[in-house]
């Protein structure tokens, strides 16, 4: 049972990424995922969610007009599309999972991925 995130890099402020977080192991479409971040000494915060089915998404301020989050449950794929990027979202990114509801309290999510990390430049 695992989540798998991948994607992350080096890009310049105003550049665009797409982190990809793949299941495995479990019934993806049961759960809800969340994606969130932490930055170098920081503690990690919530950067937006999707529900089971796709038709809900949710966004902290930071990200809302930037970040898409999508998913294709064909694919037990969740996506987080990154546009407008500046210095400040340089950080480690998250994905995790939780069953029903989404939401962005950490400790309601049960599955975690290992991280991304994304370096934006100045």
């Known amino acids: 049972v695992q989540l798998q995130a991948s994607g992350g890099g080096l890009v310049q402020e105003g550049g665009s990424l797409k982190l990809s977080c793949t299941a495995f192991g479990f019934t993806f479409e049961d759960y809800a995922i969340g994606w969130f971040r932490q930055a170098p000494g920081k503690e990690r915060e919530f950067v937006g969610g999707?529900?089971?089915?796709?038709?809900?998404?949710y966004y902290e301020d930071s990200a809302k007009g930037r970040f898409t989050i999508s998913r294709d449950n064909a694919k037990n794929t969740v996506y987080l599309q990154m546009n407008g990027l500046k210095p400040e979202d340089t950080a480690v990114y998250y994905c995790?999972?939780?069953?029903?509801?989404?939401?962005?309290?950490?400790?309601?999510?049960?599955?975690w991925g290992q991280g991304t990390l994304v370096t934006v430049s100045s």
């Open positions: 999707i529900n089971w089915s796709g038709g809900r998404t």
């Open positions: 995790a999972g939780r069953r029903g509801l989404g939401g962005s309290s950490q400790r309601d999510f049960e599955i």
